[in-house]
């Protein structure tokens, strides 16, 4: 399946040039409808958050985000509740350096990076593409078929194991329209 990933930093004209005819989709959180659906920011609500004992969620980002422990910040529950999509991020400036994403929402294990994309984020973003937006996971393997489609990302990292930058999403999303989703 003809699935490309590229910056949605990039220009029209540059993507144009290096995908003649290609079907551009954004599915970041500045994508447009129904295409914003697929960013982990957005609020399906009722998402399982792995290892969370029966907690849910808004958003795969508000998980990502309410597990991540720094050296003086443990979880922040509330970021399983943000519905704005924005005011989610917890970030290095503002608490210090991360220790690691808390296994569960009151579990004594740190996971490192590598090993809470596996636990936590992958569990999470993989339910919502089979519950959330199946409709859309079925679309994009039928245009696939038809020609060639490129994802809009604002990172473009599809492999796991690579901890020097974010995951792409919509790398995880070409994985798993193309059955090759990373194993845990």
């Not at 954004?26 to 009722?46: C, I, L």
């Not at 210090?96 to 636990?119: F, I, K, S």
Request: aromatic share 8%; no cysteine; net charge positive.
């Amino acid at each position: 399946m003809p699935i490309h990933i590229a910056s949605r930093r990039r220009s029209a004209a540059s993507l144009a040039t290096a995908y003649p005819g290609a079907r551009i989709i954004d599915v970041t959180s500045k994508g447009p409808q129904p295409w914003v659906r697929m960013s982990p920011f957005y609020p399906h609500g009722d998402i399982p958050v792995p290892l969370g004992g029966g907690a849910v969620a808004q958003s795969v980002e508000g998980i990502w985000q309410a597990l991540k422990v720094f050296a003086d910040h443990d979880v922040d529950t509330r970021k399983l509740e943000v519905v704005s999509m924005t005011g989610l991020k917890r970030t290095v400036r503002k608490y210090g350096p991360v220790l690691g994403h808390r296994a569960g929402l009151t579990g004594q294990e740190l996971l490192p990076y590598e090993e809470a994309r596996r636990r936590i984020f992958l569990p999470a973003y993989r339910w919502v593409l089979e519950n959330n937006v199946a409709d859309l996971v079925a679309e994009l393997r039928t245009a696939a078929g038809e020609g060639d489609v490129v994802l809009l990302d604002y990172t473009v990292n599809g492999d796991v194991t690579d901890t020097t930058s974010a995951l792409s999403h919509a790398a995880l999303i070409r994985l798993y329209v193309t059955n090759k989703w990373p194993t845990a």
